[in-house]
């Protein structure tokens, strides 16, 4: 074996991570004499879950818990708090500006892993940056929580009817999983909100879900899941939610938002869920890319042409073992990947051929609040309080860190806590001479939500304790 080999980890997102977990597993002694040698450079100092995603909007799980310090994981490698720019492949280096020093850094490497993942896709939607909420982003969903709380809190304050219809509307963008998953937990958490905030008894919230097809999630009819599709359609319509298809985006405002139909709807929380998008590494880049910017890799997960730069997740094209699709960019592949080139890497230390990545996929599964979930297990369809059972065990098992699973058990366990989970000021506010415009192309009556589905008694005055207990989690 050659002396001083260093592994070089770009990101700390679930490729990069789990690399990181498979390399410590079987080059353990060569890592501890210092024969091996591990670097991780991320723009972030944590690892991102994003699991639970409508568990953490709805406050089933504290915000804080989506985040696992880099101290915590990365025990046996060095850890530069930087962004990667770009990769000189000739030079095997990596140029760095570290975030501490403020300097450009050159680090060289023996093997290269390019985990550097996507970002919320802003699509260039006019007003996104200012007015909308994304989920991926750094303090994304706890933003989503305070914009929502100071939604309700603005309209608990006004006498403005029209005011208090703004803000008691609230759309989702986005007929993908994160899309349904948003929608449905969204709904639970309005719920829960209004056993606080009698507002939300008196004047039943809007929530819309705008997607561009004529059905959402198209992978499930794809698939020949439409009983998944059918028990979504069924719990969005008991929570009064309206389907807004065959609709586009076009501009958030601070009021309202537009869509491509010419329709305007009065509305300040737009959460947008509408993919991903990859930031390629400075160009021009030495690698095979695809027209979305992701990295062409080998079926051993190198980047094309290259036996020692490695990539995996949202960041590269990796091709299904069947050949005849691409895996799917989600943080399954992206851990089972990250595995493989752990892996691969350890072998080609020891002189061992890399393997091909071989997963053929498991499944695909969705929240919409609690005890109510989709989940496809090897083409196997369940749905309900069982799915959402085995999918929070699946979740569980695949969280990074010991202590977060602890503490994840433990915040299940509690009565929610509506205020303390977040903390914070609300800085949302109501200005009575704020212009409101008027709903352009209002839905059927039929469509609207009814006030009676949504409003729990007005006695009950703390938040329901609706967790069953964690007996039998899988
Ligand atoms: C809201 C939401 C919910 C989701 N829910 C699910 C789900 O339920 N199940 C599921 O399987 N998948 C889910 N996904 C998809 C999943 O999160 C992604 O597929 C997964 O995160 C991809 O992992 P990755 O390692 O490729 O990248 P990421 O997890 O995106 O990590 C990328 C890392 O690289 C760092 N980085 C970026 N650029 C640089 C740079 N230039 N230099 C250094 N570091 C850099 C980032 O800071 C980050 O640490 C969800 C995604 C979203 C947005």
Redesign the pocket.
């Known amino acids: 074996m050659k002396k001083n080999t260093h592994i070089l980890l770009?990101?700390?997102?679930?490729?990069?991570v789990w690399a990181y977990k498979n390399l410590v597993s079987t080059l353990g002694p060569q890592i501890k004499s210092g024969e091996v040698q591990i670097t991780v450079?991320?723009?972030?100092d944590y690892?991102?879950f994003?699991?639970f995603?409508g568990e953490f909007l709805a406050g089933m799980l504290p915000v804080g818990l989506r985040r696992t310090p880099q101290a915590k994981l990365l025990t046996k490698a060095n850890f530069v708090h930087?962004?990667?720019?770009s990769i000189r492949q000739e030079e095997q280096a990596v140029l760095v500006q570290n975030f501490h020093s403020g300097k450009t850094e050159r680090i060289e490497f023996d093997h290269l892993v390019v985990?550097?993942?996507?970002v919320?896709n802003d699509a260039g939607i006019p007003g996104f940056r200012e007015y909308g909420l994304g989920?991926?982003k750094e303090n994304g969903i706890a933003e989503c929580r305070k914009r929502i709380l100071a939604a309700v809190e603005a309209a608990s304050k006004s006498l403005d009817p029209k005011q208090i219809d703004a803000a008691l509307s609230f759309a989702v963008v986005g007929g993908g999983?994160?899309g349904i998953?948003?929608c449905g937990n969204l709904c639970e958490y309005l719920r829960e909100l209004s056993t606080v905030y009698s507002i939300l008894r008196k004047h039943a919230p809007k929530v819309y879900w705008v997607h561009p097809g004529e059905e959402a999630l198209p992978q499930l009819a794809e698939g020949g899941f439409s009983s998944l599709l059918r028990y979504c359609k069924r719990q969005l319509e008991k929570e009064g939610v309206i389907t807004l298809s065959q609709a586009r985006l076009k501009e958030i405002k601070a009021s309202a938002f537009e869509l491509d139909n010419g329709m305007c709807i009065p509305s300040r929380t737009v959460i947008c869920?509408i993919g991903?998008k990859i930031?390629p590494?400075a160009s021009p880049t030495p690698f095979m890319t695809d027209l979305k910017g992701r990295m062409e890799t080998s079926p051993q997960l190198q980047a094309v042409g290259y036996c020692n730069i490695w990539a995996?997740?949202?960041?590269a094209r990796v091709m299904h073992i069947s050949g005849k699709k691409e895996c799917r960019?989600?943080?399954?592949?992206?851990i089972k990947q990250?595995r493989r080139i752990g892996r691969n890497i350890a072998r080609s230390i020891k002189g061992k051929k890399p393997l091909r990545f071989s997963f053929p996929g498991m499944g695909q599964?969705?929240s919409l609040g609690m005890n109510k979930a989709i989940l496809e297990l090897y083409g196997i369809c369940l749905t309900g309080r069982l799915a959402w059972w085995i999918r929070l065990g699946f979740?569980l098992y695949y969280m990074p860190h010991r202590s977060q699973v602890g503490k994840a058990i433990r915040a299940f366990l509690q009565p929610r806590r509506l205020w303390e989970l977040d903390g914070g000021s609300f800085e949302f506010q109501v200005s009575g001479s704020e212009h409101i415009p008027e709903t352009r192309n209002p839905k059927p009556e039929t469509r609207n939500p009814k006030p009676e589905t949504r409003n729990p008694k007005p006695e009950t005055s703390k938040p329901k304790r609706s967790y069953p207990i964690l007996s039998n989690p899988v």
């Open positions: 770009l990101g700390l997102g679930y490729v990069s450079v991320s723009t972030s690892h991102a994003h699991g995603t930087g962004k990667a720019l985990g550097i993942g996507s919320d989920v991926k999983f994160a998953e948003v869920c991903q930031v590494l995996g997740g949202d960041a960019a989600d943080a399954l592949w992206a990250g599964t969705a979740f």
